[in-house]
């Protein structure tokens, strides 16, 4: 039996700082009360690292529960998509993940290293295709709004959550 996509994506410990994906300069514009931006390599230990920065920075920025909790589940959802679906989850693979919290809402956006070049990969794709394409709904279920831009080689995905 074959792995699955989400099973399949390996493990690496370093990654070519060259190719780090960048988020938009205009992502850091605006009422902006603070932020961060982090870079890792792209494995499935990311993703538990991804959820768990945003986490403790929505926690330090004073926002409420249910926004922590819903700003962990969409992100975790961006970070496997960019895993799975880009570059970030092959050899060498590096994510961004930008967090802003300004006067009025959360923005979580998680940059990648664009398309997947498919012969580079050994993955078997998983039959059952039911089990795919929730990701966005959950996101735009978590989220006031939600959006993907692409620059020159890099993919962004983002949401923001309206805070109360």
């Not at 960048?22 to 494995?43: K, L």
């Not at 895993?83 to 009025?104: E, K, N, W, Y």
Request: glycine share 10%; with cysteine; proline share 2%.
């Amino acid at each position: 039996m074959g792995t699955t996509d989400s099973q399949g994506v390996r493990t690496f410990d370093t990654a070519d700082a060259c190719g780090t994906p960048v988020v938009d300069p205009a992502e850091f514009t605006g009422s902006a009360t603070d932020h961060t931006v982090w870079s890792c390599v792209g494995n499935l230990t990311a993703v538990r690292s991804i959820r768990s920065r945003v986490r403790e920075f929505l926690g330090r920025a004073g926002c409420a529960e249910t926004v922590r909790d819903d700003a962990e589940l969409a992100v975790s959802e961006l970070a496997t998509n960019a895993l799975l679906h880009s570059r970030s989850g092959q050899v060498g693979g590096v994510m961004t993940l930008f967090i802003r919290v300004g006067a009025g809402s959360v923005r979580v956006a998680v940059a990648d290293q664009g398309r997947k070049d498919p012969a580079a990969s050994d993955v078997i794709r998983r039959e059952d295709q039911n089990e795919y394409g929730r990701g966005k709904l959950i996101v735009e279920d978590c989220s006031s709004r939600s959006g993907e831009y692409w620059t020159e080689a890099t993919h962004v995905a983002w949401f923001e959550i309206d805070l109360p």
